[in-house]
């Protein structure tokens, strides 16, 4: 018999969340609803079977088969053959198969295709029930039993369980189709290999402890379609990576596990706070793909989603409405050049961005329509929070982001640099001679004047983080939920044309009062092949006044725990197609074709004299740069850091995992 209806969450998992008619609470497409478990976390033929090109045999030994441990490969190839045994039997028998008994053959081969990897993981969930069984009766006592198979056997069911859901495939997918992979065809193999050797990974490795989580909580553990999460997130195409690895599960409504490495002394934990009961329900929450689960319907009923913001029907007269606003709103006409691939597809992005975002005094939209960059670079960090898991609370009206990583709770405010009231010109202006990239003359004025373009980006960012400074120190820092938590200020700069290409030159100068003066390069490159770094101590304002720099030199801002900062965090943030980006890396600038990340770009830079310092783990990434002093360095290793001498002697660490964004490069 055809198996139709194939699921990607083991039922007898679910079972521990439903009632005796197995029936679950579950929320989808923002709605609750009551469902049987044969109805949950299934798709129909999900996991039918597709014959292989021989280049995709070919990617498979050369992606996963060939970088297994050697013990492993024969296992893996022997899956493989099992797996297209089928589709060789027909070619085979194709045309051998006597007319009468065709139609028979053929029935016998489409319900191998689809049963057969259904039946695979039914083997599979039939073996972990066993586990399932002992840990909801608190014994975790067979992990650590040297001399049986239950651990590896575990661990290959713990990370199988991981691999196989919908939510796994479809980041896979995703994340291959502008290689023109189809990992549609090619997962179900590299699933059972990848979690084969994870799981031989994670059983040599002795370190990795199972912990037991009871729940001694009036809140309930919740679970998902992604029903397994690695905690450190899986970020690019490296999926898995051993030293960025810790497994949440939650067992039950009451018990959860964790395979970790950083609880060495314990075996199980009574988790008597409720707050850190959300966080791993959050957690489940942002992980999942479709599907929440619940044992009754109020534990769903915080996790539905404000809806997505109409964020380009008008709403205000077009004479108030914002001239990026007004660039964005339609289509532009034959014959122009698009800021974007295709707005109308990026509009809609935009507004995707903004489902659970809430608009807590019903003006935001307005705001959008009228100020725009102000509230775009909300939506941005909206978006970016989410994508890094954090935890929201929207208890509180201000400031704007009440944030959760891990445990840590921590607050952020955002904020812009804009133009003075002076005679530059706006940023928007893009038609004025020198607000056009595309004029070579404009571009060219550009580069003879950096030094002055970042001497007003100074001045701007200045009074913007000023200004909000002053907002904690008369009002923020004596709300109760602020209070003893790392405030962190994000601001970008939107002050002038080419605002996007000033890097951290005026940021880092402004912080720590080191300056790299690219003019007198691109003046003088016999004299200078490289940027020099120039200590200014302090720059003057148009109207005489002094501006002294090195506001993270002393302690005159610990109440301030970072700056989070990106000059490129536009509208072309919102378009998918690969392009050229300008990197910065060890070996020098870099131009790449690439998919830009929403990341791309994002510098948090620390405060060395912080009262409430900022876990430098939170926002680490391998395309996020972060900026500290050299006697706060921890566990990175040397390639990872670059190294800036300060005028006191001492030196600031820029730490990135791999390559940092400077900009886009338009020509």
Avoid at 96 to 120: C, G, R, S
Avoid at 363 to 387: A, H, M, P
Avoid at 597 to 618: C, Q, R, T, V, W
Wanted: contains cysteine.
């Amino acid at each position: 018999m055809i198996k139709k209806r194939q699921h990607y969450v083991s039922r007898y998992y679910l079972k521990a969340w439903s009632n005796s008619k197995e029936q679950i609470y579950c929320l989808r497409e923002n709605k609750i609803f009551f469902s049987n478990l044969m109805g949950v976390a299934q798709e129909k033929y999900f996991y039918e079977l597709q014959n292989l090109t021989e280049d995709e045999v070919s990617l498979i030994n050369e992606l996963a088969i060939d970088t297994s441990p050697e013990s492993m490969r024969e296992s893996h190839l022997d899956f493989l053959n099992k797996y297209l045994l089928i589709f060789n039997i027909e070619k085979t028998l194709k045309n051998k198969v006597i007319p009468l008994k065709q139609k028979d053959f053929n029935k016998t081969t489409n319900m191998m295709k689809k049963n057969f990897e259904e039946d695979y993981h039914a083997h599979i969930e039939g073996i972990g029930h066993k586990y399932l069984d002992l840990i909801r009766n608190q014994n975790t006592e067979f992990y650590y039993n040297e001399d049986s198979e239950d651990r590896m056997a575990f661990l290959f069911f713990i990370n199988l369980q991981y691999m196989r859901t919908k939510k796994i495939r479809n980041s896979i997918i995703n994340e291959f189709k502008d290689d023109n992979i189809n990992m549609r065809r090619l997962w179900p193999i590299m699933a059972h290999i990848f979690s084969t050797n994870m799981a031989l990974s994670l059983y040599i490795d002795k370190e990795f402890k199972l912990v037991l989580l009871k729940n001694e909580t009036d809140i309930k553990f919740i679970t998902g379609d992604q029903p397994l999460i690695n905690t450190y997130g899986v970020q690019d195409k490296k999926l898995l990576e051993h030293d960025k690895l810790e497994f949440y599960y939650p067992i039950s409504p009451k018990l959860a596990v964790l395979i970790t490495k950083k609880i060495k002394d314990t075996k199980e934990i009574n988790i008597t706070d409720s707050k850190r009961i959300e966080d791993y329900n959050q957690m489940i929450n942002n992980s999942t793909e479709e599907q929440l689960f619940a044992e009754h319907k109020e534990e769903l009923e915080k996790y539905i989603k404000e809806p997505s913001m109409d964020l380009f029907t008008p709403i205000v007269p077009e004479d108030k409405q914002h001239p990026n606003f007004i660039a964005v709103l339609k289509d532009p006409k034959s014959g122009r050049i698009s800021i974007g691939q295709n707005l109308k597809e990026e509009r809609k992005l935009l507004e995707s961005w903004t489902e659970g975002f809430p608009d807590r005094d019903n003006k935001f939209v307005k705001e959008f329509q009228t100020t725009f960059n102000t509230c775009f670079w909300e939506i941005y960090l909206y978006k970016l929070f989410s994508d890094y898991n954090f935890t929201f609370n929207w208890e509180h009206s201000t400031p704007d982001f009440f944030l959760n990583s891990k445990g840590i709770d921590f607050i952020v405010e955002a904020t812009t640099a804009n133009k003075a009231s002076d005679e530059r010109f706006n940023e928007w202006e893009k038609e004025e001679p020198l607000a056009n990239i595309l004029n070579p003359e404009a571009y060219e004025h550009y580069l003879n004047n950096m030094n002055e373009a970042n001497r007003y980006s100074m001045i701007r960012l200045s009074n913007g983080i000023f200004s909000k400074y002053k907002k904690y120190k008369d009002n923020y820092s004596q709300l109760e939920h602020v209070r003893n938590k790392p405030f962190v200020l994000a601001i970008a700069p939107f002050e002038q044309p080419f605002f996007y290409y000033q890097y951290n030159r005026p940021i880092m100068a402004l912080l720590y009062d080191v300056y790299v003066d690219e003019e007198i390069s691109y003046k003088n490159p016999k004299e200078y092949p490289y940027p020099p770094t120039v200590y200014l101590n302090s720059i003057e304002k148009d109207n005489g006044a002094d501006i002294p720099l090195g506001f993270f030199n002393d302690d005159s801002m610990k109440e301030i725990s970072a700056i989070l900062f990106n000059t490129n965090a536009l509208w072309s943030k919102l378009n998918s197609r690969e392009r050229n980006l300008n990197f910065l890396t060890k070996e020098g600038i870099m131009v790449e074709k690439i998919k830009e990340l929403h990341e791309d770009g994002l510098m948090i830079l620390h405060n060395p004299y912080a009262k409430f310092p900022l876990d430098k783990s939170i926002f680490r990434k391998d395309r996020v740069s972060q900026v500290y002093l050299n006697e706060d360095i921890d566990e990175l290793r040397e390639e990872h850091l670059s190294i800036v001498p300060m005028e006191d002697g001492r030196e600031l660490i820029i730490e990135c995992y791999d390559k940092h964004m400077i900009s886009r490069n338009l020509f």
